[in-house]
């Protein structure tokens, strides 16, 4: 009778392991620190200045037309012939993108969300629950072999490392 | 090439024993279900009907077939689940190997009747 059993010191690396992981999508999940998110603004400026069609604007102020309105382009997965029209929003980040950047920082600045600690903060943290979930990851494989040695027969986790199972070196 | 890391046959060779026990467990499922089912022919013939002692020893004996057949078709399952499990292992470890040069792959086994587990 093959029989597989999950002996105590390996349950409770597993808890770890649970854990660790756990720590590290709070951290990666966590929100940005003000700087972060200031560049972050800067690039959602820049994205919505990119929609809104400016030359497309200006062509149309410059050149004469009949209509006072803006012929937009028409969105050819609709059937109703719906345009593709800038929004508010993209038109403002167009036409003055560096007010928009400061209007945007000042919101974040009064806002009362909870922030994140720097990306070098965070990196360094990562860098350390890594290092903790590996080092976690090899004490579990060992006290497998462990209990193997001994006559037992344990599965391996599903997400286990092949490398640390296969001991392929590439270990700390 | 690297040679296949002993862990990994050791582990390719767990899978095909576990085979094996979950094929034992089959076959003795089976014997065991067709005595059950003789034992309830028996049980309901003319004459077994005609003689309480005998259809009372029958039916003592069919409870215990029955509760044997239930024991087995557990460990049956129970055997299944680990396949499965260490299966998924053994592929996954296959399949690093594979993508980093590492041993034979044991698909290429098929062919030269090593006996590769399917």
Known sequence: MITFIVPDDV???RLRIAELHADISELQGAPLSD???????????QAHAARAQTGRILQHLIHGSASALIAWPYDPTSQEGT?????AFDLLCAIDSKRMHELLKAQIKDSSHPRGVSKAERERRLAELQRDLRSAELDEEAAIVAAERAGAHVHR????DPAIILELGDTP | MEKTPEKLTRLRDLRQMLKLHAQALDEQIDQSVRELENLRSTQ???ATKQDPALAASLEAECATLEAEVGDLRSRRSQVGHDLSKLAGTVERLDEYCRAHGIGTHPRAAYGSGLGASR
């Not at chain 1, 986790?157 to 286990?160: K, P, S, V």
């Open chain 1, 11 to 13: 349950r409770e690396l």
């Open chain 1, 35 to 45: 700087k972060e998110a200031f560049e972050k603004a800067r690039q959602v400026v």
């Open chain 1, 83 to 87: 345009e593709i029209q800038p929004s």
């Open chain 1, 157 to 160: 986790r599903l997400a286990a």
């Open chain 2, 44 to 46: 309901t013939d003319r």
